[in-house]
């Protein structure tokens, strides 16, 4: 989506052209350009299409039956855009019975929130999906009825995982079998978060020709081997050592296995166990207390919740447990596996660590790696010496996104060269890290990318040079240097920070071409305060950047796009937190959606509110929150990221 925005003091006008996704999706006659359908503007609906592009919302003030919403959505079968039902009184959704796929323009879910009355989803026929599903807040509802919903995708490598997350609904409710078996056994599906209940099972059912069998009481001795998919808790205790090897057909697992107090040496019956799904906050499977286990396979596990060894006194630690097994093209998701008191490093680093007499790394062809780098207590180590190390990626959908990091205390003569420095942050693909905050010092004669690097120790903008594009050290603006502002435009990186303070300009509009504020000696990477003037801010092409703060800026007008920073062609952006007088991005949108404080944002507007970056934009703006505080992106754990359409 193309926004353009033109401010004029006390108030802005917007123009939106044509949607691009829409247009690359949808024939014109075929995009719904409202977002609220009600009985007013349902007669401008597309009913006669089969696929349509809409950013649709049902809500209460929409004053439709479901009579007539079947009606509309008879033909329709293909949505682009989002979805979101809320606050009405609908009992199902079957009148969108016909919809066998639904592509969401972001990473937004379906959202199905606070319907009072809705007993079932009841969308038969859907089985394609980009999109999450969020159901929250829907007292009365007992099932799901989603039978098909099996084909998850995403549209971009970098794109949020799509899941199928129920909370407050009612105590009866429950999710079939197949159901959960089609979302699990996704490859590009999330574990989300579930009530714990299945749907109730008749005695001989069957899936992909896999009986399943549900089990209350489970014993080792009893077991039917027939049984290849169990709902209950596989327990196996001291005594069933003889019996183990009728586990040995188990694919699926509906709860979670407990290996204890057992004579097992080896545990290496699970031969075919693929998946083991329901409770993903908790621990899914145990192996405690088995004095002579020595080792554990899971030789075809995909995707399972929290593994715990604990108290296994003989057990050798399996580096192939840590890191999940790759079976064929199939993506494989372990949340999390603990020995004893140690976590696996699921996201693989380059580790360099405990190497006391290390002067320099001097991996000098090093160019290509999809992993971190964590270099620890090398006390004597000087310079990276890795000059060329500049392509870094991801293997998959689920990797942590690579970055630098060096903890390691006293390094007093350690430092980073500035090509170093550029070749990181510049990839797509690499995260800022923890580095000794020095970069090694310059020639008089450096370029990089034809850019001129510039080394300055106490700025002034009167005498800076314009033509240095790259600056070490830090920039401060400050009363009487708006006149000589325009020498900052051909700016595109700050090894260091920017600091505006106390002046009277009214628009900070020279960072035409900056990109990259890194590698700054404080917390902050952009300030802004005390500027009386001033009414609004642009960094029409920032990318990577620490913290930026605005305060006390009497005049200053919320800019949307600074908090939700801006991508660039492919690129990636990275701001870490943005704030106005004190509160992050992330506080204010929230407060926006709830209706409490900050201005009205237009309906058109697409907001992401994510917890952490990456995002990659296929259209030509996006706009980001990135709350400081947020957690890793995607490391074991859920983290949920919603799109949300401001009503």
């Known amino acids: 989506m193309k926004i353009l925005i033109f401010f004029f003091f006390l108030k802005f006008n917007v123009v939106f052209p044509e949607n691009i996704f829409f247009q690359s999706k949808c024939n014109s006659k075929c995009i719904f350009d409202l977002d609220r359908l009600d009985s007013e503007n349902s007669k401008n609906f597309p009913s006669n299409c089969s696929t349509i592009c809409a950013y649709l919302i049902i809500d209460g003030n929409s004053n439709l039956s479901e009579k007539e919403l079947k009606i509309i959505f008879q033909n329709v079968k293909i949505l682009y855009g989002s979805l979101k039902v809320y606050e009405t009184n609908l009992k199902d959704l079957k009148f969108f019975a016909g919809m066998q796929k639904i592509e969401c323009e972001f990473s937004t879910p379906i959202a199905i929130e606070r319907n009072k009355e809705i007993i079932e989803i009841g969308m038969t026929n859907l089985t394609d999906t980009n999109c999450g599903i969020r159901i929250y807040d829907c007292e009365k509802l007992e099932t799901l009825n989603i039978p098909n919903l099996k084909n998850f995708y995403i549209t971009h490598p970098l794109s949020i995982l799509p899941n199928v997350t129920v909370t407050l609904v009612s105590q009866s409710f429950c999710v079939t079998v197949q159901e959960m078996s089609n979302f699990i056994s996704s490859d590009y599906y999330e574990i989300g978060r579930f009530i714990e209940n299945f749907c109730p099972i008749s005695d001989n059912l069957y899936l992909e020709n896999q009986k399943v069998c549900e089990i209350q009481n489970f014993s080792v001795s009893n077991f039917d081997t027939s049984c290849s998919r169990i709902i209950g808790d596989v327990k196996v205790k001291n005594g069933d050592e003889p019996y183990v090897y009728k586990l040995r057909n188990f694919s699926w697992i509906y709860g979670s296995i407990s290996i204890a107090h057992t004579n097992l040496e080896v545990i290496d019956f699970f031969d075919n166990l693929e998946y083991v799904v329901r409770s993903p906050n908790n621990i899914e499977i145990t192996v405690e207390f088995n004095k002579n286990l020595v080792s554990a ?74 992993c971190g780098i964590g270099i620890e207590r090398c006390e004597k180590l000087e310079n990276l010496n890795m000059p060329n190390l500049k392509n870094f990626y991801i293997s ?67 005498n800076f040079d314009p033509s240095c594009s790259r600056i070490i050290g830090n920039i401060k603006v400050k009363n009487g240097d708006e006149e000589y502002v325009y020498k900052l435009r051909n700016v595109s990186w700050i090894f260091g920070s920017i600091f505006i303070a106390h002046t009277n300009l009214e ?46 800026n009497e005049n200053f007008v919320f800019d949307e796009t600074l908090c939700f920073g801006i991508t660039n062609g492919l690129n990636v952006t990275e701001i870490r937190g943005i704030f106005f007088n004190g509160e992050n991005c992330y506080t204010i949108v929230q407060k926006m959606l709830e209706g409490n404080t900050g201005p009205k944002l237009f309906d058109i507007f697409s907001i992401l509110v994510f917890n952490d970056f990456p995002t990659t934009a296929k259209f030509d703006m996006t706009y980001m929150c990135v709350p400081a505080e947020a957690p890793p992106r995607h490391r074991i754990t859920l983290v949920e990221r919603d799109t949300v359409h401001v009503p």
């Not at 494989?332 to 603990?338: S, Y």
């Not at 020279?510 to 960094?539: A, H, P, R, W």
């Open 396 to 462: 998959d959908t689920q990797s942590e996104l690579p970055n630098i990091n060096i903890s390691v205390m006293p390094l007093q003569n350690f430092c980073v060269t500035v090509q170093e420095m550029s070749n990181f942050m510049s990839s797509d693909y690499c995260k800022v890290g923890v580095l000794i905050e020095k970069i090694c010092p310059i020639t008089d004669d450096v370029y990089i990318e034809n850019q001129k690097v510039c080394e300055i120790q106490n700025f002034s903008m009167s």
């Open 297 to 370: 396979e899971f030789p075809s596990l995909k995707k399972a919740g929290k593994i715990y060894f604990l108290d296994n006194e003989n057990f050798v630690i399996d580096p192939n447990l840590c890191f999940g097994v790759m079976n064929g093209l199939n993506i494989t998701k372990v949340r999390g596996i603990r020995f004893e008191d140690d976590n696996c490093e699921v996201d693989t680093f380059v580790v360099i660590k405990k190497n006391e007499e290390m002067t320099e790394i001097g991996m000098t062809n090093f160019t290509d790696t999809n």
């Open 507 to 552: 628009v900070i509009d020279f960072f035409d071409n900056l990109e990259y504020v890194v590698f700054s000696d404080g917390s902050t990477g952009i300030t802004v305060q005390y500027n009386k003037n001033l009414i609004s801010g642009e960094f029409p092409k920032l990318k990577k950047s620490l913290d930026i703060h605005f305060s006390n």
